[in-house]
Nanobody, 112 residues
Framework: QVQLVESGGGLVQPGGSLRLSCAASGSTFSNYAIAWFRQAPGKEREFVANINGSGGRTIYADSVKGRFTVSRDNAKNTAYLQMNGLKPDDTAVYYC?????WGQGTQVTVSS
């Protein structure tokens, strides 16, 4: 089973940027897609973005399209979520996942 560890969260002002990382171990990284989800306080967990195993295909939620970019470096067993133009509504715990594993999450807070 794959183990996933997110990092890179923090406090940022509206309009700012953060890059989240998702480090994987335990399996051949390029064999599986990575998805990012987020969960805000009092809300259900929602899909943010997905990238396939080769990195050649990405999908985004409408709410982040044009602001967030998902990528991966298979040589480093790491996926990334570059977040630009952050808004207070982006405040949430962000998780990366594979088909059968979730990371522990990293907190992103957008506030002035």
């Amino acid at each position: 089973q794959v183990q996933l560890v997110e990092s890179g969260g923090g406090l940022v002002q509206p309009g700012g940027s953060l890059r989240l990382s998702c480090a994987a171990s335990g399996s051949t990284f390029s064999n599986y897609a990575i998805a990012w989800f987020r969960q805000a306080p009092g809300k259900e967990r929602e899909f943010v973005a997905n990238i396939n195993g080769s990195g050649g295909r990405t999908i985004y939620a409408d709410s982040v399209k044009g602001r967030f970019t998902v990528s991966r470096d298979n040589a480093k067993n790491t996926a990334y979520l570059q977040m630009n133009g952050l808004k207070p509504d982006d405040t949430a715990v962000y998780y990366c996942k594979t088909a059968d594993s979730w990371g522990q999450g990293t907190q992103v807070t957008v506030s002035s």
